[in-house]
Every structure is written in structure tokens, then in C-alpha cells.
């Protein structure tokens, strides 16, 4: 049996939204000089911004001198069924300390990622050594599907 024609499409705003509502792992690819590396994390997407968690380490030192970021999530039912969004942004580290608006985002990460892990940041947290907050601002977002007939 030949292997079916697929058809390729952009999703739409809604689409790529969707998307990233139903999903809590993604992939962040970031870059320092030459090198590019790519990690899955865990996130939580809410008005505009995807929140998660990382420890200290070779990431966030890259990070810091690097803010622009790619985020990719993918939906694979199949060879010719799938889905696909790219989220295009800047990454912003969330402070416990400082302003009062930098509390109040701090707040707003810990709300979001207990979301999904409600123990997140407290002594039942299943991952302690994540304890550094950040969120990705959507700059750009785009989105592609396959299927077939």
C-alpha cells in the first residue's frame, strides 16, 4: 500500500494557542556563540507567557548573557499527523526580592507553575533543585500541520 499524500498548513493564532494549553513539556533552544543546545522543560502557558523552573548551572549562565529564546511543542499522531508551535521571545528571570512589581511576578510564576505542580516550591516539591522561576514573553508564534486525506 503507497504511503498517503499528506497536506501541509499554518495553524492559526487560536490553533497555536490550543496547542500550548494542552501540553506541559516543550523544548527550549537557546544559543551562546556558535553553539546551539536544546532542553525539554516543563511549562505552563498563560496570557502571552510560557513559566517554568531551572536549577543553576550551564543553561542558565548561557541565559543570562543570551535572553532570546525558541520554544517548540509537538503534537505526532503519526508520520503525516502532526501539529507543531514555535514560540519566538525573550527570557526573563522571576525575583522574590526587589519592586513591587518584580514581587508580584514572582507571585504570578509560583501560581502558574503550581499549576501544574501544585507542591512546586514548597517542602513536598518533587524537584527542590529547581528553584530559580523564570517566564518566556510570546513574541512571535507560528504553527504547522500535517495530515493526511
Not at 500500500?1 to 490553533?15: A, G, H, I, K, S
Not at 543546545?37 to 507567557?49: A, F, S, T
Not at 501544585?118 to 518566556?136: G, K, N, S, V, Y
Request: overall charge negative; hydrophobic content about 40%.
Amino acid at each position: 500500500m503507497p504511503t498517503p499524500t499528506p497536506t501541509f498548513r499554518e495553524l492559526t493564532r487560536d490553533e497555536c494557542i490550543a496547542l500550548l494549553d494542552r501540553h506541559q513539556v516543550g523544548r527550549l533552544a537557546f544559543s551562546q556563540r556558535e553553539r546551539l543546545d536544546v532542553e525539554p522543560i516543563h511549562y505552563v502557558h498563560l496570557d502571552g507567557w510560557l513559566y517554568g523552573r531551572t536549577q543553576p548551572g550551564t543553561k542558565l549562565e548561557v541565559l543570562l548573557h543570551n535572553r532570546w529564546v525558541a520554544f517548540e511543542v509537538d503534537e505526532v499522531d503519526a508520520l503525516f499527523d502532526w501539529r507543531s508551535v514555535v514560540v519566538r521571545g525573550g527570557l526573563y528571570l522571576l525575583r522574590a526580592e526587589g519592586s513591587d512589581v518584580e514581587r508580584e511576578r514572582y507571585a504570578q510564576g509560583i501560581a502558574a507553575v503550581r499549576r501544574l505542580i501544585p507542591e512546586a516550591f514548597t517542602p513536598r516539591d518533587p524537584t527542590p533543585e529547581r528553584a530559580i522561576l523564570f517566564r518566556i514573553h510570546v513574541d512571535e508564534m507560528s504553527g504547522r500541520a500535517a495530515a493526511t486525506a
